[in-house]
């Protein structure tokens, strides 16, 4: 699988916008998914995940009820809509898969990863 993140931009405060993350390969569908933010001089935060299914998904607390995640396997694609955006989401975003069984919310278990799409927020 090869991971295509795409729709950042730059948009006001307040505003939204859906990042989508297409996939290549058969096997989409078996993958757990998930989206990344990092900024210049942090590490890599956890923001979203979705299970294999779809049935589960898992969001960074302070994030839970602004950003949605969600699936489309016919399209082999993971969108992540943001609504009331800030300026502290500006970050460079990344899409991942991973297949094993351990936690969602850790870089380390993730195997593929995007390239990143830039989100800027401003005030």
């Known amino acids: 699988v090869q991971l295509q993140a795409s729709g950042g931009g730059l948009v006001q405060a307040g505003g939204s916008l859906r990042l989508s993350c297409a996939a290549s390969?058969?096997?989409?569908?078996?993958?757990?998914m998930g989206w990344f933010r990092q900024v210049p001089g942090k590490e890599r935060e956890f923001v979203a995940a979705i299970s294999w299914s779809g049935a589960h998904t898992y969001y960074a607390d302070s994030l839970k009820g602004r950003f949605t995640i969600s699936r489309d396997d016919t399209k082999k694609t993971v969108y992540l809509q943001m609504t009331n955006l800030k300026p502290e989401d500006t970050a460079v975003y990344y899409c991942?898969?991973?297949?094993?069984?351990?936690?969602?919310?850790?870089?380390?278990?993730?195997?593929?990863w995007g390239q990143g799409t830039l989100v800027t927020v401003s005030s």
């Open positions: 991942a898969a991973k297949s094993g069984v351990d936690g969602y919310y850790y870089t380390r278990n993730y195997d593929i």
């Open positions: 390969g058969r096997t989409f569908s078996s993958f757990d």
